[in-house]
């Protein structure tokens, strides 16, 4: 993924707290409130796709996407006592402009809700619109424009927020988890100690793949008030670019994952997609692949999507069997917000002497010359140079982070590709009994990878991938991670 985000002023883990509970102090139960809606905010039109270098529109709709929108509320009596709005869509990413737009777009039409408690996540589908105009020179006729889709965009969103807030009833809740193989770490590393993502490992100095692979597939399973299953929310640890290369629309592995959910449980199932940590995985196979894509093909050429869905779709079956007769109807539910302002990855001297190299190099052409991928490729080198050149411009990345608890599991987001390790600390140390990590929420920091990736470098992990780098990361962590076990502090007898 080559887009990237916006920075904002220097303010070292200075944090803007919007909670409406006390995270220092019990967390009340309360009877639940739920509500959901979906909108198809496929375009109807063809768009420049984003996800790769070269510039690509779409020839036609493959597989549609959607936006689906879970309200959240308990109540003590009629009296509110915490409230969130999850809206999950089939993009590449929750450009930074997007969230305070809807927000202002929603002022005053959504009665007794807090919109900063609004959470917006991308599933990371390659094949849908482009949400910024500097990667792309979109100019051909009859193609819509980003700002066009965007505006589109929010007019769906916008009526989905208000018709879920509007449809909250008393229902109830169950967590759950299972197993399905989804991600595969991508970067291989060389004897040499240099990385690559997608690097080829048949060579001799191939040496091992570098970080770790999550299989557990998380969810949390939502009924009315007749104990039946109105939706589940989905945390899965990789993005949905199955089909990333290519020049139709589709929400890729997602739209599987509906309709086999749908079609084991109910028609009208809503599912929200959540990505998990996953910046250095994806759903492409990096050993034995032609033996995987002999199975497919053996088992009647299955679709490589569908083949994904019916894995999380099993493990997410196997969840709801044995949590299904637990339904929870009044549970602790708290919901934190904050600003956190992270340092930004500092551009060394010799990263800023290759990026503006490059840069160079392609205004050296005419732009006749241009090779496909050179528009996107000069905006890419030139915010590394930019960074460099003005770096108090460029000091740090506002991260708006949500931190939740949900009965016996924590929720908490992201605005990163955000390698798996940092996902990993964060489950591992929290003190609820089960931790949804979701990136690429309510912003778009690009790549956040580790001290080992930045070491071993390649996309991903250079300079041009990210604003933030492993110090911001360590921070990342510690501060959700101090939130999320703040919920769970025994108090003072």
Known sequence: MIKRALTAPFCLLCCLTLSGSQVDSPVPP????????DRDITPDKPVALSGQFHKRISTRVEAPLWATVLALETRDGERPIDQAIFASCDLIGIDDTIPPRLRRKLAGRIEGFDLRRLILNATHTHTG???????????????????DYIE??????AEAVIEAWQARKPGGVNWGLGFATVGFNRRMVYADGRAAMYGRNDVGDFRHVEGYE????ETIFFFDANRRLSGVAVNVACPSQVVEGESYISSDFWHDVRVVLRERFSKNLHVLAWTGASGDLSPHPQIRRAAESRMRKMSGDIPETRAIALRIAGAAT?????????????????HHVQVLQLPARKVTESEYRAARAACEGIRLKSREQWSRQD???????????????????????AAELHILRLGDVAVATNPFELFLDYGIQMKTRSRALQTFVIQLACGDGGYLPTERAVSGGGYSAVAESGLVGPEGGRILVERSLEAINRFWEKQPQ
């Open 30 to 37: 309360g009877m639940l409130y739920i509500g959901w809606s």
């Open 129 to 147: 619109p482009v949400t910024g105009e500097k990667w792309y020179e979109v100019t051909e006729e009859g193609v819509m424009k980003p700002g």
């Open 152 to 157: 589109f965009l929010l007019e769906r969103l």
């Open 214 to 217: 999550d299989s557990v597939v």
């Open 318 to 334: 196997y969840a709801y069997n044995a949590v299904r007769n637990g339904i929870l109807t009044r549970i602790p539910f708290a």
């Open 375 to 397: 528009f996107a490729r000069l905006a890419w080198h030139q915010e590394v140079v930019d960074r460099y050149e003005h770096p108090e411009q460029h000091a740090s990345y």
